[in-house]
């Protein structure tokens, strides 16, 4: 992806020019994925500046895994909030939660004898997390201007929402991680990153490979299978047996296998899949070391 290390350094420097008119992040992150789609370089950027963490389209998400995440960040003293943008759902908590953690501040302000002034939020995020659809939400607005380039575009505008709050109308676009890479995996089975980046075919087999260890269950009800492969190809191609993708001469269609199984993930059909769990982290720093 051509834009990370050119736009990166134009694009750290736009987001701290927005963050001096802001006082509360609110940072989105995939529910299905907290840890891969987490800007690496966030909590640097924002050098202590209040945050609220979204677990958004926890529709997608698998209900424990999904308690997990908001334990790891209860842990540290965050509280993440689980929204269903779309459906609605639990976006009244993110206005709710940027009030509790800019209270003080704002308190303070009033106490130095400065006038009461709205709280001013600005949306930020990886590609495709749902920046545009929440401040859509947000707002009431069918459509929101954002920037063909990541970091904040365009001439900025605060929209007033309920309870004397502002929010900044251009989503705070971040670069997902790049370097670790079930990262790009995982970013690409949800499509935050580009098919491009792998060929679909085998960005699928990933896909299955995962989805046998961790839904196994799933995997077979979906495509009606009595017992999964010995092996992730062998599993891809009882799939496409089931679904009829034969091409002439009797030959598997891979490329409409891998189609059907990574769109039926990306549109939650496979079944309520999240693909990381916060012991996952732990694992991997203890194989670090
Ligand atoms: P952005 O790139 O971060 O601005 O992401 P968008 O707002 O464009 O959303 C990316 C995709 O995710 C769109 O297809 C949205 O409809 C979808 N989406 C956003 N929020 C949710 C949600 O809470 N649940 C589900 N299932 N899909 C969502």
Same mark, same amino acid.
């Given at each position: 992806?051509?834009w990370?290390p050119?736009?990166?350094?134009k694009? @750290?420097?736009?987001l701290?020019?927005?963050?001096?008119?802001?006082?509360?992040?609110?940072?989105?992150?995939?529910?299905?994925?907290?840890?891969?789609?987490?800007?690496?370089?966030?909590?640097?950027?924002?050098?202590?500046?209040?945050?609220?963490?979204?677990?958004?389209?926890?529709?997608?998400?698998?209900?424990?895994?999904?308690? #997990?995440?908001?334990?790891?960040?209860? !842990?540290?003293?965050?509280?993440?909030i689980?929204?269903n943008?779309?459906g609605g759902?639990g976006?009244?908590?993110?206005? &709710?939660?940027?009030?509790?953690?800019? *209270?003080?501040k704002?308190? !303070?302000?009033?106490?130095?004898?400065?006038?009461? *002034?709205?709280?001013r939020?600005?949306?930020v995020?990886?590609?495709?997390?749902?920046?545009?659809?929440?401040i859509?939400?947000?707002t009431?607005r069918?459509s929101?201007?954002?920037?063909?380039?990541?970091?904040?575009t365009?001439g900025?505008?605060?929209v007033?929402l309920?309870?004397?709050?502002?929010?900044?109308?251009t989503p705070?676009?971040?670069?997902?991680?790049?370097?670790?890479?079930?990262?790009a995996?995982?970013?690409?089975?949800?499509? !935050?990153?580009?098919? &491009?980046?792998?060929?679909?075919?085998?960005l699928?087999?990933?896909?299955?490979?995962?989805? #046998?260890?961790?839904?196994?269950?799933?995997?077979?009800?979906?495509? *009606?299978?009595?017992?999964?492969?010995?092996?992730?190809l062998?599993?891809?191609?009882m799939?496409? &047996?089931?679904r009829?993708?034969?091409?002439a001469?009797?030959?598997?269609?891979?490329?409409?296998?891998?189609n059907?199984?990574?769109? /039926?993930? *990306? /549109?939650?059909?496979?079944g @309520?899949?999240?693909? &990381?769990?916060?012991?996952?982290?732990?694992?991997?720093k203890?194989? /670090?070391?």
């Amino acid at each position: 992806i051509n834009w990370y290390p050119g736009h990166m350094k134009k694009t @750290k420097d736009l987001l701290k020019n927005n963050l001096k008119l802001i006082d509360v992040v609110v940072e989105l992150l995939d529910s299905r994925i907290p840890f891969s789609s987490k800007n690496p370089d966030i909590d640097k950027i924002i050098q202590g500046k209040p945050k609220v963490v979204v677990l958004n389209k926890s529709d997608m998400a698998d209900s424990e895994k999904l308690k #997990m995440w908001q334990d790891y960040y209860a !842990a540290q003293g965050i509280k993440a909030i689980p929204v269903n943008t779309i459906g609605g759902k639990g976006v009244d908590k993110i206005v &709710e939660e940027c009030k509790n953690v800019t *209270r003080e501040k704002m308190e !303070a302000l009033i106490k130095k004898g400065r006038k009461e *002034r709205p709280i001013r939020i600005m949306i930020v995020g990886v590609p495709n997390v749902g920046k545009s659809t929440l401040i859509n939400k947000l707002t009431g607005r069918k459509s929101t201007q954002t920037g063909d380039r990541p970091g904040v575009t365009k001439g900025k505008q605060w929209v007033r929402l309920k309870g004397n709050l502002e929010l900044l109308d251009t989503p705070g676009i971040l670069w997902p991680k790049f370097e670790d890479e079930q990262v790009a995996l995982n970013l690409a089975f949800t499509r !935050a990153i580009k098919d &491009e980046v792998l060929d679909i075919e085998t960005l699928a087999l990933r896909l299955i490979e995962k989805l #046998m260890i961790i839904a196994p269950n799933n995997l077979k009800e979906r495509y *009606r299978l009595n017992k999964l492969g010995d092996t992730p190809l062998e599993t891809m191609d009882m799939i496409g &047996e089931k679904r009829g993708c034969i091409m002439a001469g009797r030959e598997l269609d891979y490329t409409r296998i891998a189609n059907i199984v990574l769109n /039926e993930f *990306r /549109e939650g059909k496979i079944g @309520k899949i999240t693909l &990381e769990v916060p012991q996952d982290l732990v694992n991997d720093k203890i194989e /670090e070391e």
